[in-house]
């Protein structure tokens, strides 16, 4: 086991271990080490049992890495990059580089090779661990660990088994490094701390226990926060974990009846495609769910009414986060008070929440302060000051706050366009168009319009019971989609386009790719 070091915390009294410092120490005191903390479908066909990993063994593995990484001379504060496809080793190698006081860097690997390298060079990583399949990925001046394989340029290689000393880390010490999206240029480091992301964990503190009894699903990348948040929440409280390697609808299916699920996780178009497998679904034991959790996207009432549909006995929720922020700023009403349908939740304790820019107090842009803001954009020093002042970060998220404190989503502030003097959220012309019967999927991007500045444009995907019976020029066609917006919106709203699609475009986040969809609208309309 990694051995705990003992220091003073100052201005308290109390004596804290490196395990309550050090995000990677995780595998803490009272964790029962032969539970099963995963089971990793690596290389498994669907439905297959995988290769379970108890926390003995993950505990063992990330003391490994951090022995190796002190070997190798790297030196603390030392950014260390993960190019790789979900696992196992993946997880257990970001928690040796927390462990040994280095940065980790997930890299999101569906990114062209350009902004790959800039990520590698604005991090400083000095080694990257990659999958065999990502390895001609990497830039050719930094070494490169392959994950699979035996010998010197290999994770097996590296690792070094034994006993390990957590390094301690100073207030704000950088814990790791997660670049956005970057939708607009190159992506930004966001630096993260391991007092902030300890602090997001130990927010969930109350509902340890009921946690701890669950097994989750996990096949959101973990480069992306919210498949990574939800790894460390489980190794922390106890809990079990079935991981996938990459989405896939049918193994993602498939594994809730193998693995008696109980708690999915991911972002909500994860489960729009989930829900659109109506005839493998109807064929699955889905009784063992008890709860599914979206987040990180915004979820429209028509995608929530068919998760739960097809899990009548889960809790859906709609949960929140942000890359800079993390997942931590919302909660349960004060009083008990059941969350209605979509909305994030109440202000959580400890958090200081306003919204701002709209026409009162109720309304506008979410900024937060907490200690589990980023530190700020690595080598950005302008970009940061743009978003964080006075310790508050400006998410970006439009929201509206009703009379009983409950938050809910609107758009984002730049998604958000002008058509006719009129301002247009995206999501609120999504929600419209996806609560047609006929509609399973909708996505709203703007493109330039020579009176109106600009005007919305629709790519709609028909449910499956339309396409499977070829009703569609009959039953939905761009007219009726156009009527169906005015009858029940703003005019300002309709989409002056409609373009059916099998498949919404997905980015490396498994989000909605929405950069894709303007140049598709662009090029088809320019096309005639």
């Not at 804290?16 to 290389?43: C, M, Q, W, Y």
């Not at 999958?131 to 050719?140: A, E, V, Y």
């Not at 390697?245 to 489960?271: K, N, S």
């Not at 984002?412 to 609560?435: A, H």
């Amino acid at each position: 086991m990694a051995r705990r070091s003992s220091f003073h915390k100052s201005g308290k009294d109390k004596m804290v271990s490196a395990f309550e410092h050090n995000l990677g120490g995780l595998i803490g005191p009272g964790v029962d080490r032969n539970k099963t903390a995963f089971i990793d479908l690596v290389g498994s066909r669907p439905g297959g049992e995988g290769r379970a990993y108890d926390y003995g063994e993950v505990d063992d593995l990330a003391n490994s890495v951090g022995r190796g990484l002190v070997a190798s001379g790297l030196s603390r504060g030392d950014a260390v990059a993960i190019l790789a496809e979900n696992s196992v080793p993946y997880f257990a190698t970001y928690m040796g580089i927390l462990r040994a006081g280095m940065v980790a860097v997930p890299v999101n690997y569906r990114q062209p090779p350009r902004t790959i390298a800039h990520i590698i060079s604005d991090s400083g990583s000095k080694l990257i661990f990659a999958d065999q399949g990502r390895r001609n990925q990497c830039p050719s001046e930094v070494p490169v660990l392959s994950f699979e394989g035996e010998g010197e340029e290999t994770w097996s290689g590296f690792v070094d088994p034994g006993s390990f000393d957590l390094v301690d880390p100073e207030p704000g010490e950088t814990a790791m490094l997660l670049y956005t999206s970057g939708s607009t240029g190159m992506p930004k480091g966001v630096m993260l701390s391991h007092e902030g992301q300890l602090h997001a964990i130990s927010r969930w503190a109350d509902e340890r226990q009921e946690i701890a009894r669950h097994r989750l699903l996990i096949a959101a990348p973990q480069y992306h926060m919210n498949a990574l948040f939800v790894s460390k929440l489980l190794m922390s409280f106890g809990a079990s974990a079935v991981l996938l390697p990459r989405f896939d609808v049918e193994t993602y299916i498939r594994a809730i009846e193998c693995h008696q699920v109980t708690w999915l996780t991911g972002v909500p178009t994860m489960l729009a495609l989930v829900v659109r497998e109506k005839e493998l679904l109807s064929m699955t034991d889905r009784s063992s769910v008890e709860r599914v959790s979206m987040g990180s996207a915004p979820l429209t009432e028509a995608l929530f009414d068919g998760v739960q549909a097809w899990f009548p006995e889960a809790v859906v929720s709609n949960l929140y986060g942000t890359t800079e922020h993390g997942p931590s700023a919302f909660g349960s009403h004060p009083d008990g008070l059941a969350r209605p349908k979509l909305s994030l939740g109440c202000v959580a304790p400890g958090m200081e929440l306003r919204l701002v820019g709209g026409v009162d107090e109720n309304h506008g842009v979410l900024e937060v302060r907490s200690v589990t803001n980023m530190t700020g954009y690595k080598n950005l020093p302008e970009k940061t000051t743009e978003v964080m002042v006075d310790g508050w970060y400006h998410t970006k998220d439009v929201m509206r706050r009703d009379a009983d404190g409950f938050y809910f989503i609107i758009g984002r502030e730049d998604d958000m366009f002008v058509c006719n003097g009129e301002n247009i959220f995206p999501g609120e012309v999504e929600r419209l168009l996806e609560s047609h019967s006929g509609i399973d999927q909708a996505s709203v991007v703007p493109i330039p319009d020579p009176v109106r500045g600009q005007a919305p444009v629709a790519f709609v995907v028909r449910s499956a019971e339309i396409r499977s019976h070829g009703l569609t020029a009959s039953r939905l066609d761009e007219a009726g989609v156009q009527e169906y917006a005015l009858a029940n919106g703003p005019a300002y709203q309709f989409p002056r386009h409609v373009f059916f699609l099998d498949t919404l475009p997905l980015a490396g986040t498994n989000k909605i790719d929405r950069s894709v969809l303007i140049e598709d609208a662009r090029r088809r309309i320019d096309n005639g």
